[in-house]
């Protein structure tokens, strides 16, 4: 079982709970992150989950989505998407992760994700 962390987002302190067991995440979520409480949720996973064979490098890659979650909404990205047919090609969001990669590592590190 690994230890909650907290990890700063863009001066905004957010909690990461691992193992947390299904009745506890939404449905089919392996994460969840919870913008009004600051919360980070990583599922309990099982050995079959998925039959996925190395659950480390899964729940890190989980973990470091959720992380990315985040950042999106502290920067204000989160509800300011939609204004482009290809968000995912769009100069804005290379911009913003080039300029935010720095603090997207530390926080990874912080949270043992990489």
Request: glycine share 6%; with cysteine.
């Amino acid at each position: 079982m690994m230890k909650d962390k907290v990890v700063e987002i863009l001066g905004t302190l957010y909690t990461i709970h691992f193992d947390v067991p299904d009745g506890k995440m939404p449905e089919g979520a392996d994460g969840c992150m919870d913008q009004s409480i600051h919360q980070i949720r990583i599922a309990e996973f099982e050995s079959d989950r998925n039959t996925i064979q190395d659950m480390d490098s899964y729940r890190k890659k989980v973990l470091r989505h959720e992380i990315i979650h985040a950042f999106l909404y502290e920067s204000g990205m989160w509800n300011n998407s939609g204004s482009t047919n290809c968000w995912g090609m769009d100069e804005t969001i290379t911009d913003w992760i080039t300029i935010q990669s720095p603090k997207l590592f530390r926080t990874f590190k912080e949270a043992d994700c990489l």
